[in-house]
Structure formats: structure tokens, C-alpha cells
């Protein structure tokens, strides 16, 4: 739990510490005010949450009074169910997102093995109230301005949570700082325009979903990864390179030493959906996965060389 600004708090989870890959391994947030708190996103897994809930008991005797999720992630909304007595704040989009449930079982386990044992546990607890665009949160003296970019860019129910006063930008997953983003549910293009905007925000500190707190610096550089992979992936797409090949030709350059470089599969699949126009159709996770792991077994024949 790192202290941010007056009595907000950045609670950074271990990034970098698996060098098998962090997905699942997300950020969170909390805001104290005078009677009461406000969280943002809970987590994933119960253990991972309950660590969470007892970094903010040592922060604050306030209770949480409401619960943010940044978008319908499990990552993010995992552990909504610790925080029972709060009022759960979301996107419109994100709670339709996260009312189906979470992914099958098997397909957890396969994507994040790390955590395989504690997906069983998983309860989902939806939103209880819910946002189209904007929404602002006062407590005190203290604003809390959320918002929707009105489009899918990491998902299609992200939302941002700004302190005007503080320049602190909770900016959920339209923001990776140095941990590859993953578009699987997202529109890239639109990803670049929801991070445009968030760089208008004069925020002085920005809390990423995943990677270390940073700057608008750190977040253009993000921006960049996805213009990048976008440009790249559309010079294949018009040359007919299937969106494997094209993952495995692209140079990352800089970024390539980003953890969870594979993304680069989904994330021009992804970009191919959008050329297509098919951005309604799930992605083929089977095949996204299987390509991944087969990039990730690349990546580490070349580090052994
Ligand atoms: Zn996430």
C-alpha cells in the first residue's frame, strides 16, 4: 500500500516477482475520506484479496463504503464478494459484462495455472449501482470523477476514476505500465483514443491495472505499443499473413522486454477482428492460447541461446 497523496493509497501487488507471466496480477486503490472509504477493484483470487482487505484495515478504521471496478475482469472483480456492506460502482457496460459469470474453469486454469487452485472459490457479485458515461463520487471536499470512454478500448465496460484536486488517475486496464496490455476483449483502435483522452487529464501520478504507478509518460508509452502493433499488424493483414505469423514477425523493439510479450497474438488477432469489421465475434481463445504458449516457448528457447 503506497500513499499516492493525502490519504490515497496505490496497493501495487508483487508485478514481476513470477517470471512466468503476471497475468491476473492487478492493481488496486484506496481513497480515504472523512467517515468513510472508497475502493478501487478488488482483486482476483481469495487470497490475493484477503491480503488486500488486511493492507486496508492496517491503512484505515474507515469501512469502505463503496467498491469501484475498473472494468469486469476477473482480476479486477474477483473479489468483490470481501467486500460485502459497500456499494458496488461500475460502468452499465461493465456489470452487463460480468452478469453472464466468469470463464469456464479449465480455461482459467490453462491461462493462469499460476493461480489454478483458487478459481474454484470464485463467487460473482455484481454492481449495484451503475454509470452510462460519468458519475462523480463526493465525499467532503474530495471528488471523484468516473468515466466511460462510451466505447470498448481494453473492455467494453473500462472505466477511469480521477481526483481533479489530488491529479491521481486510477486508470484500471486502459492503462499497462512495462506488462504487455491484452487486448482479447478489446478494440485496439479505440484503446488508442481511450488512452488519448486519459492523456488530457492533468494527472500528475497515474495507477495502472497492471505494472508500477507512473506518469502520463508511462502512459504514452503504452499508447505507443498499441500504435505500433496496430500499424504493424495492418501492413500484414493487407499482405494476407495469417495473424500468427504476423505476431511472430512483428518487432517489438523496446517493448519486447515487456513482461507477457505473447499478447502480441491476441493483440493482432484482435486488430485483424477490427480490419474485419467482426469485433462483435469472440475471439477463438483455444487457438489465442495455444499460439501464446507456443510464442512464450519461443521467447524462452532464445533467452537460453
Ligand atoms: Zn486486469
Known amino acids: 500500500m503506497i500513499e499516492i497523496g493525502a490519504r490515497v493509497f496505490a496497493y501495487v501487488q508483487g508485478a514481476g516477482i513470477d517470471p512466468s507471466g503476471d497475468t491476473g496480477v492487478a492493481n488496486a486503490g484506496l481513497i480515504v475520506g472523512p467517515e468513510t472509504a472508497v475502493a478501487v477493484d478488488a482483486l482476483m483470487v481469495p487470497s490475493m484479496t484477503k491480503r488486500l482487505v488486511a493492507a486496508i484495515k492496517k491503512t484505515t478504521r474507515r469501512p469502505i463504503a463503496q467498491l469501484i471496478n475498473t472494468h469486469h475482469h476477473l482480476d479486477h472483480t474477483g473479489g468483490n464478494r470481501f467486500f460485502r456492506g459497500a456499494t458496488i460502482v461500475a460502468s452499465e457496460k461493465c456489470r452487463e459484462a460480468l452478469a453472464p459469470g466468469f470463464p469456464p474453469l479449465p480455461l482459467l486454469q490453462r491461462f493462469m495455472p499460476r493461480f489454478a487452485a483458487e478459481f474454484a472459490k470464485l463467487e460473482v457479485v455484481l454492481p449495484t449501482v451503475t454509470f452510462d458515461d460519468r458519475m462523480v463520487l463526493h465525499d467532503g471536499d474530495r471528488e471523484i470523477q468516473l468515466w466511460h470512454p462510451g466505447f470498448a478500448a481494453h473492455t467494453v465496460g473500462d472505466a477511469v476514476a480521477y481526483l481533479p484536486k489530488e491529479r491521481i488517475l486510477f486508470a484500471g486496464d486502459i492503462a499497462f505500465h512495462y506488462v504487455t496490455p491484452l487486448a482479447f476483449q478489446g478494440h485496439v483502435g479505440n484503446w488508442i483514443k481511450a488512452a488519448d483522452r486519459l492523456l488530457r487529464y492533468e494527472a500528475d501520478v497515474i495507477v495502472p491495472g497492471h505494472g508500477p504507478i507512473g506518469t502520463r509518460t508511462d502512459l504514452k508509452h503504452m499508447?505507443?505499443?498499441?500504435?505500433?502493433?496496430?500499424?504493424?499488424?495492418?501492413?500484414?493483414?493487407?499482405?494476407?499473413?495469417?495473424?500468427?505469423?504476423?505476431?511472430?514477425?512483428?518487432?517489438?523493439g523496446v517493448y519486447a522486454s515487456w513482461s507477457d510479450a505473447e499478447r502480441i497474438l491476441p493483440n493482432?488477432?484482435?486488430?485483424?477482428?477490427?480490419?474485419?469489421?467482426?469485433?462483435?465475434?469472440?475471439?477463438?481463445?483455444?487457438?489465442?492460447?495455444?499460439?501464446m504458449e507456443r510464442l512464450r516457448g519461443k521467447g524462452a528457447a532464445h533467452a537460453c541461446v
Not at 505500433?228 to 504476423?246: H, Q, S, T
Not at 485483424?272 to 499460439?291: N, S, T, V
Open 268 to 291: 493482432v488477432m484482435r486488430c485483424y477482428q477490427e480490419f474485419r469489421d467482426e469485433l462483435d465475434q469472440p475471439m477463438d481463445l483455444p487457438r489465442m492460447l495455444a499460439g
Open 223 to 252: 499508447r505507443e505499443y498499441l500504435a505500433l502493433v496496430r500499424r504493424e499488424a495492418k501492413r500484414r493483414f493487407d499482405a494476407g499473413m495469417p495473424a500468427e505469423a504476423a505476431a511472430g514477425d512483428i518487432k517489438l
